[in-house]
């Protein structure tokens, strides 16, 4: 019987070694008999043997003893050596055919081992996947894991990396715990067990533990009771987290909160409480049963416990030493009662604090002259100034009652009110967008009344709308005057004959007319380009070389303070003359004209020059009547002097015409002389040599005694006069020569003007600081082309009467008044006379002279 090897298939098959043996063994044996046949048949004929069985050994050795007896020594030697090689060969190639026997029988075994182990691994791994689970194998010293399982369990992503990036998904906590589980089991071989639960909220269960050197991690989807399990823990662990944190944040809370049995007895409160009522911690507070509200308050809290109803409230505590009011909710449990006391005594203060700010800014608003309406959040009117009710002339029994903004509208409409609109309904929709916008708009409404407004819709935080109303109609009619006023100045500007120019406060032009960028040459558009006044100066001195009026200027248009006004004259090389001025402006700005005056210098000039000759001429004219009266004074004195002793008794009798030629030689001498004092006077005067006598003038008897002198001239002129004043109108300090000589030239110069029959008044008044002189005719009135020559040196005009004077009275007049230091007027008119005013004042006023 065949040997026979069992396969891994559990069957058997035929051994080849023995066959194979047998047939080598034949092979050799038949080799040998031919090789010595060979050799035997060369030595002598063949003899025919008996034939014998095939495979018979007696005949084959029989055979090889017959062939050896046949050979000599050398053939036996070759046939040896022969023998040996082919044994030697034979036996080679037996060695060799069984080696390969053996290797074929080796390799068969193994293919036929790996073959089960292949179906041994496949079913391994069949039966690892057969639950919903994940290996991770990490061999000893090998970092790299080998990963087995779905990991769509764990992750979603393709690659299996991701299952070992715990944080992608687990929670924080949960992937912190793993990895510490994962270290200590590759590091120290440390088992764990776990259960997780992934962020999709899919619960695991993991393991680890060391398995013939391997650290070997298993995540096993849990199901069924487990993860009912897994599910309740991780349900129980939130729960327990989120007491934790309710407690947590209990404990932390700075307002009281406590919890009730179902006997209403304390069972649990938390350090705020045991703080408001003194306690050392909140065992204290619950072993001594301290109650925080007093009996009052906790009869309507113990009823609402017993009842098992809501409680909200505001009672008053003492928590901390001082009273406390508490804003307090209560609420029913399983178990009793729990309640929270929130410190409602700031709030308090806050809201009465926040009611008077309130009623303060409503107060505020209400004197403002913008309109203002406020709309809640249900689109009714909350509050409205009073500007607002007479912008619209609303009723406040109707804006009292809260309506409606879309009903103020309507009503506003119905009045003709509003701005005219085709879709009125479409116009109210846009504006109540208002409602629900986040910024403010503005609006521009134009009323059927001509005015103007502006109204801007505010949101309000908390809901609704703010509308401020503005009447604009004087503010747009003062813009449009404002740029037509604009337009109008810069047409004069540039119409202008002077060059006009206008620096800001950082001394950079601003504003020009063509004029000025004529006049010195300019280009329009460098000048556009704002230059400084340092430039425009540089520019200058190219016409106008260097003039004290450039620094000048300078300092005025960059000082910040001090910007005095500077005026001065400009000659430039080419002859012209160009006045220069600057005005400084409010804002800062400094506006500088510059004017073309040649032809009024040169006219200047010319009249300077006619002037000092006219003066030359006056000066002459005037010495000349100074020398020709000291002169003619001291005959005339003579001629006085003589007819005085010719009407003198002692010098003999005259007839009736003698008398009658020397009165009008003793009146024309007497008023030559008056003239002569009059023109020594004013030469007295104008030379500045005249001194007054000053002392306490009696003004009544000064009046009475110039309307002595006069009494002649009232007398042949058919006049009467008329002397007014205050009996207790006293005196003042002045020259009572002078002042008589005044009003004597005052009178004598009315009784000129005034026709017969008339009168003429002198009256006298005193003010606070003053004494009034005034004389008054009824003459013809002085023309106002004459009025203002009357007080110059022999200007004499007889305007139709039949005054013929010399022009100097009324010039004396005045030189006396102003060396008081009063004032002179006139008031006339053609046909309603004339009234001169003389005003001195009533103070001492000490020695004064024509200097002064």
């Known amino acids: 019987m065949p040997d026979t090897i069992r396969t891994s298939g559990g069957g058997h098959r035929a051994h080849p070694r023995r066959g194979g043996f047998r047939i080598a063994v034949v092979v050799v044996l038949t080799s040998t008999l031919a090789a010595i046949g060979g050799t035997a048949a060369n030595a002598q004929p063949a003899v025919p043997a008996d034939p014998a069985p095939a495979g018979s050994a007696p005949s084959v050795i029989e055979a090889l003893l017959n062939g050896f007896a046949l050979l000599d020594r050398h053939e036996i030697i070759g046939t040896a050596i022969t023998l040996s090689v082919i044994f030697f060969a034979v036996m080679t190639a037996i060695m060799l055919v069984r080696t390969r026997e053996r290797l074929a029988v080796t390799e068969a075994n193994a293919r036929d081992e790996i073959i089960a182990s292949r179906a041994e691994v496949d079913r391994v791994y069949a039966l690892l996947r057969a639950e919903p689970q994940i290996l ?121 909160v406590w919890a009730r049995d179902e006997a209403g007895k304390l069972i649990t409160v938390n350090p705020a409480y045991a703080r408001a009522v003194d306690a050392r911690d909140p065992g204290e507070a619950i072993e001594r049963g301290i109650e925080l509200f007093d009996r009052t308050a906790r009869t309507d809290l113990f009823r609402a416990h017993e009842a098992e109803q809501p409680f909200a409230g505001r009672l008053p505590a003492i928590a901390g030493g001082g009273r406390v009011v508490y804003d307090v909710l209560t609420v029913p449990t399983r178990r009793g009662s729990a309640g ?163 620096f800001a406060s950082d001394g950079r032009l601003r504003l020009f007319n063509p004029v000025f960028a004529q006049m010195w040459k300019f ?121 005085h002793f010719l009407g003198d008794d002692s010098t003999g009798p005259l007839n009736q015409k003698q008398h009658e030629y020397l009165s009008y030689i003793t009146t024309s001498t007497n008023a030559l002389l008056a003239i002569i004092n009059n023109i020594l006077d004013l030469a007295t005067i104008d030379a500045g040599a005249m001194t007054l006598n000053l002392g306490n003038v009696d003004v009544r008897k000064t009046m009475d005694a110039a309307a002595e002198g006069v009494q002649d001239r009232l007398e042949q002129a058919d006049i009467s006069l008329s002397i007014r004043t205050a009996p207790d109108i006293g005196t003042f300090v002045a020259d009572e020569r002078r002042v008589r000589q005044a009003l004597f030239n005052l009178l004598a110069n009315a009784i000129g003007f005034s026709p017969p029959g008339s009168t003429v008044t002198l009256a006298a008044q005193r003010l606070k600081d003053a004494v009034v002189f005034m004389v008054t005719d009824q003459g013809p009135g002085i023309p106002p082309d004459v009025r203002d020559k009357v007080f110059d040196w022999f200007e004499t005009h007889s305007l139709g009467s039949r005054h013929r004077g010399t022009g100097l009275g009324l010039s004396l007049v005045r030189s006396f008044v102003e060396l008081h230091g009063g004032t002179v007027t006139i008031d006339s008119a053609v046909g309603r006379g004339t009234t001169v005013t003389c005003i001195f004042p009533t103070e001492a006023i000490g020695q004064r002279s024509s200097a002064a």
Not at 150 to 178: K, M, T, Y
Request: net charge negative; hydrophobic share 40%; glycine share 6%.
């Open 523 to 643: 280009d329009p558009a460098a000048l556009q380009e704002r230059p400084h006044i340092e430039a425009v100066i540089g520019w200058c001195h190219a016409l106008a070389g260097d003039n004290p009026v450039w620094p000048a200027l300078r300092a005025t248009v960059t000082a910040i303070d001090g910007r005095a006004p500077v005026a001065g004259d400009i000659e430039r090389r080419d002859g012209s003359v160009v006045k220069c001025a600057t005005v400084p402006l409010p804002d800062g700005a400094t506006l500088v004209t510059f004017q073309d005056i040649t032809d009024s210098v040169n006219v200047e000039r010319a009249l300077r020059e006619r002037n000092e000759a006219l003066e030359d001429a006056d000066k002459i004219k005037i010495d000349f009547v100074h020398h020709v009266s000291y002169e003619l004074r001291s005959p005339l004195t003579n001629i006085i002097g003589f007819a």
């Open 340 to 502: 929270l006391g929130i410190d409602a005594t700031e709030a308090d203060i806050l809201r009465a604090e926040l009611g008077r700010m309130v009623d303060a800014h409503r107060r505020t608003l209400d004197y403002l002259t913008t309109g203002v309406a406020i709309f809640g959040a249900d689109h009714r009117l909350t509050f409205y100034n009073t500007a607002f009710r007479l912008l619209w002339d609303l009723d406040s029994g109707f804006l009292d009652q809260s309506p409606s903004d879309s009903s103020v509208l309507d009503r506003l409409r119905d009045a003709r009110r509003l701005p005219e609109q085709q879709d009125f309904r479409k116009w109210k929709a846009e504006l109540h967008e208002a409602y629900r916008a986040t910024e403010a708009r503005a609006h521009e409404w134009h009323l059927p009344n001509g005015r103007t407004l502006s109204v801007v819709t505010t949101p309000n935080p908390e809901g609704g709308v703010i509308y401020l109303y503005d009447d604009i109609t004087e503010p747009l009619d003062l813009q449009r005057r404002f740029e037509a006023q604009m337009r109008v100045q810069g047409e004069t500007l540039d119409n202008l004959a002077e060059g006009v120019a206008v």
């Open 136 to 256: 991770v194998v990490w061999a000893a010293g090998d970092d790299e894991p080998e990963i087995i399982g779905d990991v769509a369990l764990a992750a979603d992503a393709d690659a299996p990396q991701p299952v070992l990036a715990f944080a992608l998904w687990l929670e924080r906590e949960a992937s912190r715990g793993i990895e510490a589980a994962v270290t200590a089991l590759r590091e120290r071989g440390e088992k764990f067990a776990m259960t997780l639960t992934t962020l999709a909220g899919r619960p695991i269960e993991a393991e680890g533990q060391v398995v013939g050197g391997r650290a070997i991690m298993r995540l096993k989807d849990v199901s069924g009771i487990k993860r009912e399990l897994a599910e309740l823990a991780v349900r129980f662990q939130r729960q327990l987290d989120d007491a934790n944190a309710m407690r947590t944040l209990i404990e932390a809370l700075p307002s009281p």
